[in-house]
Nanobody, 118 residues
Framework: VQLQASGGGLVQAGGSLRLSCAAS????????MGWYRQAPGKQRELVAA???????NYADSVKGRFTISRDNGKNTVYLQMNSLKPEDTAVYYC?????????????WGKGTLVTVSS
């Protein structure tokens, strides 16, 4: 599975950005996709995830502001980020979780930097 992320950038607090992540390769075994982020000096954390069935999960810090969605026809997952705060500044990573038999594997895209200025 290969993941190509895009959409990061610089935005003022209160603004919006949309991240995209296109999956290719062995996509049929993907169970879920999501976005993680890592701020300087902090551990990588889950931001939002969506299963193939459409169930979603969000970090408490982004609930009500971020929305994850997917376009199965384009094998693409989106993260719409509204009401951005300076604390949302981080490198955002696209993730895909794939299961083949009893083996689960995580795949990661290259990070995309989101910078929110105050």
């Amino acid at each position: 599975v290969q993941l190509q992320a895009s959409g990061g950038g610089l935005v003022q607090a209160g603004g919006s950005l949309r991240l995209s992540c296109a999956a290719s390769g062995s996509i049929f075994n993907i169970n879920a996709m999501g976005w993680y982020r890592q701020a300087p000096g902090k551990q990588r954390e889950l931001v939002a995830a969506i299963t193939t069935g459409g169930s979603t999960n969000y970090a408490d810090s982004v609930k009500g502001r971020f929305t994850i969605s997917r376009d199965n026809g384009k094998n693409t997952v989106y993260l719409q980020m509204n009401s951005l705060k300076p604390e949302d500044t981080a490198v955002y990573y696209c993730n895909a979780y794939s299961v083949v038999g009893l083996l689960g594997m995580d795949y990661w895209g290259k990070g995309t930097l989101v910078t929110v200025s105050s």
